[in-house]
């Protein structure tokens, strides 16, 4: 009876530790952070003092960027939720 039970849940275990192990891959990616002038070669150009305001945009774009999307998916559930009516 444990084997059956454990091969129903096999497959929705498995997804899970592969989504986990690509979030924790995610984790160690984001923790080094974007260096700009790899990506865009003029700012290695600029003074310092001009590529940290250059990086501040960027990051100040890809936050507001995360913040419009985590607005969409939070509209998208409400959206949904409302549709629920039993909910």
């Known amino acids: ?5 454990d091969s129903l849940f096999n497959g ?3 997804l899970l530790q592969q989504a986990i192990a ?5 984790a160690l990616t984001a923790s080094h952070g974007i260096n700009v ?12 003092a ?3 305001v250059v990086n501040s945009l960027f990051a100040a774009v890809l ?3 995360i913040l419009y999307i985590v607005r969409a998916v939070y509209r998208a ?3 949904l939720k409302s549709g629920i009516k039993w909910w």
């Open 22 to 26: 690509f979030l924790q891959g995610l």
């Open 50 to 52: 001009f590529s940290r």
């Open 37 to 48: 002038s790899d990506y865009v070669s003029w700012i290695g150009l600029l003074d310092p």
């Open 63 to 65: 936050l507001l960027g």
């Open 1 to 5: 009876m444990r084997s059956f039970i």
């Open 77 to 79: 559930y409400l959206s």
């Open 12 to 14: 929705p275990t498995q």
